[in-house]
């Protein structure tokens, strides 16, 4: 008898727990963008010397900020904050100054890209990605997320965290397709991650939903094969390029 009472109070306890988690269908989140700079030199460095030469003169990593305002139909990710440049390096973050309107319901999105002199308008339908949802959790910006694993453009691997809690199936920059909102992401081609710093849930500006209308329109194919043109004899530089614009 005292099993089953045992058992009867874990459930009841459990389904308390259950109705008690909140569920939001609006937000703005604060993305806090690190790009791992000494890492993504050395890979792009086309002579090993002259990286070990420099490297002590090169930041271990950059910081950039990016707000993500979404309800359960479109979001908008767009730069945020900012922050100081630092004069030591003439790198600077690939793809920071995107902004990306997503339709979760057309399944497309309007992506402001400006690269080098010419700024790009691209509107076509969603990335695919190829979702593996796995065990592990994470706790990010107080909301308990589950892992999860995906490959994009074959060989493109994207690590996620994402939340059920927010009901949004969106991600930093066009990164999206899982059930609920990710809050933390890494791509290790991109030398790059994405955590949430911060999530606000009520009062939320849905009113800044709204595509960017400037810039030369086009969709994904026809900005690639542009990209590529100019930048065919860049190396891995240029490679590196084309993968962030295309996110």
């Not at 904050?81 to 690939?94: G, L």
């Not at 080098?116 to 949802?133: A, G, M, P, Q, R």
């Not at 009901?167 to 990710?182: A, K, R, T, V």
């Not at 939320?204 to 590529?228: S, W």
Request: proline content about 4%; glycine content about 6%; aromatic content about 12%.
């Amino acid at each position: 008898m005292k099993k089953y009472f045992l058992l009867f109070v874990f459930c009841f306890l459990l389904l308390l727990v259950k109705a008690q988690t909140q569920f939001y269908s609006t937000v703005k989140i604060e993305f806090e963008k690190t790009t791992a700079l000494q890492a993504l030199y050395k890979e792009i460095a086309d002579d090993a010397s002259w990286f070990e030469n420099v490297k002590d003169q090169i930041p271990k990593t950059s910081i950039s900020y990016f707000d993500f305002i979404a309800d359960s139909t479109h979001s908008v990710y767009k730069p945020g904050r900012e922050v100081a440049t630092n004069t030591r390096t003439w790198f600077r973050p690939m793809a920071n100054e995107n902004r990306v309107y997503t339709d979760y319901q057309k399944n497309t999105s309007i992506s402001q890209k400006p690269i080098y002199e010419e700024t790009f308008l691209v509107e076509d339908s969603l990335l695919k990605i190829k979702w593996k949802i796995t065990a592990d959790t994470r706790n990010i910006a107080g909301f308990e997320c589950r892992k999860a694993v995906g490959i994009l453009f074959d060989t493109v691997a994207v690590f996620a965290f994402y939340t059920d809690e927010l009901m949004i199936s969106g991600g930093p920059e066009g990164i999206q397709g899982l059930p609920g909102m990710i809050l933390g992401m890494g791509i290790p081609r991109l030398h790059a991650t994405w955590f949430a710093t911060k999530v606000q849930v009520v009062n939320v500006p849905t009113g800044q939903i709204q595509p960017a209308i400037k810039g030369k329109k086009t969709n994904r194919k026809t900005m690639l094969e542009a990209i590529f043109k100019a930048m065919k004899d860049w190396d891995t530089y240029g490679k590196k390029m084309l993968l962030a614009t295309q996110i």
